[in-house]
């Protein structure tokens, strides 16, 4: 099955950015509609952009205008792409299918956004 793995988060004030990475361990990935998820503690998870496997985006109102999802299907990897980050943007982001059963969540990378 395929594994994911996130990366790129950390610590940020706000109005900063960061670029997260989801690597995909095989090929299969290049198939596969995948969504960015962020959850903050005693919130849902919840879907902030998805990408079809072609290429086509989509965003969150919340997320509209400030983050940018991208794939390179060459390299297995999906990248969200956060500017102008807001406390709020808090999370612990991870990445997965779409419109298609999920397969094993990987540990996500933790986005804190603070001054």
């Known amino acids: 099955q395929v594994q994911l793995v996130e990366s790129g988060g950390g610590l940020v004030q706000p109005g900063g950015s960061l670029r997260l990475s989801c690597a995909a361990s095989?090929?299969?990935?290049?198939?596969?509609?995948m969504g960015w998820y962020r959850q903050a503690p005693g919130k849902q998870r919840e879907l902030v952009a998805t990408i079809t496997s072609r290429g086509s985006p989509t965003h969150a109102d919340s997320v509209k205008g400030r983050f940018t999802i991208s794939r390179d299907n060459a390299k297995n990897t999906v990248y969200l792409q956060m500017n102008s980050l807001k406390p709020e943007d808090t999370a612990v982001y991870s990445c997965n299918r779409v419109r298609a059963p999920m397969i094993p969540w990987g540990q996500g990378t933790q986005v804190t956004v603070s001054s």
């Open positions: 095989s090929a299969i990935f290049r198939l596969y509609d």
